[in-house]
């Protein structure tokens, strides 16, 4: 289980790596908070205010497997809340006052072992990472002003936080892509953005998606 980590100023937030500026107008206003039972009330509100996500996933695709999953949107709310209750299920909320507006999910390959291309990923890997981070999710009020990247950035000082170590993501390649692709489908980013972040190309995975990789630092 994760240490807890208080609400972030964005301002403060570190920066790993790569020629990105900070200076965006959306950082003077928003903060970085945990998951946890305190914040779950606004992470709920944001789900539900976007039916569920995907069908009523509610974020719990890569998770370990259940026999809630499958069962219909309420079930998987509820064990989305069981894992959050446990300290098992970790995410950077993006939050605008006490509204969360975005979240980067993350946490350690026990907490997140479910990964698409897994076979090929289980394969090609040298080691495990001590953390992933598997989606990131926007409010469609929100999109295209540069909140994805704030959220991996609190994901990354949560992380450094905890301890730090060796990050992935999985995100999507989009340097052979000729048609541009809906925001909703980026459910992890893309290359180009985790490489401003710092991050570091390893290898492709699947057809469309790579590994990309950064070392995190531990927060004094």
């Known amino acids: 289980m994760m240490p807890l980590a208080p609400r972030t100023q964005l301002s403060l937030l570190?920066?790993?790596?790569?020629?990105?500026?900070?200076?965006?107008?959306?950082?003077?206003?928003?903060?970085?908070?945990?998951?946890?039972?305190?914040?779950?009330?606004?992470?709920?509100?944001?789900?539900?205010?976007?039916?569920?996500?995907?069908?009523?996933?509610?974020?719990?695709?890569?998770?370990?497997d259940g026999p809630e999953r499958g069962q219909g949107a309420e079930a998987n709310r509820e064990l989305k809340k069981r894992y959050v209750a446990a300290g098992e299920a970790h995410a950077a909320l993006v939050m605008d006052a006490d509204v969360a507006i975005a979240w980067a999910e993350y946490g350690t390959p026990v907490e997140?072992?479910?990964?698409?291309?897994?076979?090929?990923?289980?394969?090609?890997?040298?080691?495990?990472?001590?953390?992933?981070?598997?989606?990131?999710?926007?409010?469609?009020?929100?999109?295209?002003?540069?909140?994805?990247?704030?959220?991996?950035?609190?994901?990354?000082?949560?992380?450094?936080?905890?301890?730090?170590?060796?990050?992935?993501?999985y995100p999507h390649d989009l340097t052979d892509q000729t048609k541009k692709m809906s925001s909703s489908f980026l459910y992890n980013g893309t290359r180009q953005l985790?490489?401003?972040?710092?991050?570091?190309?390893?290898?492709?995975?699947?057809?469309?998606?790579?590994?990309?990789?950064?070392e995190v630092p531990a927060q004094p």
């Open 194 to 214: 985790y490489e401003r972040l710092g991050f570091r190309y390893v290898r492709p995975k699947g057809l469309k998606n790579c590994v990309m990789s950064i």
């Open 14 to 64: 570190p920066f790993y790596g790569g020629s990105m500026s900070t200076d965006t107008s959306t950082d003077a206003t928003l903060e970085i908070s945990p998951l946890t039972s305190e914040t779950w009330p606004a992470f709920d509100d944001l789900v539900q205010r976007h039916n569920g996500i995907f069908g009523g996933c509610w974020c719990i695709w890569f998770h370990p």
């Open 112 to 169: 997140l072992p479910t990964i698409h291309h897994r076979k090929q990923y289980d394969a090609e890997k040298d080691r495990d990472p001590d953390y992933r981070i598997t989606c990131v999710f926007v409010d469609r009020r929100y999109r295209r002003l540069g909140i994805t990247e704030i959220a991996i950035r609190g994901a990354l000082d949560l992380i450094a936080q905890a301890g730090g170590g060796v990050v992935e993501a």
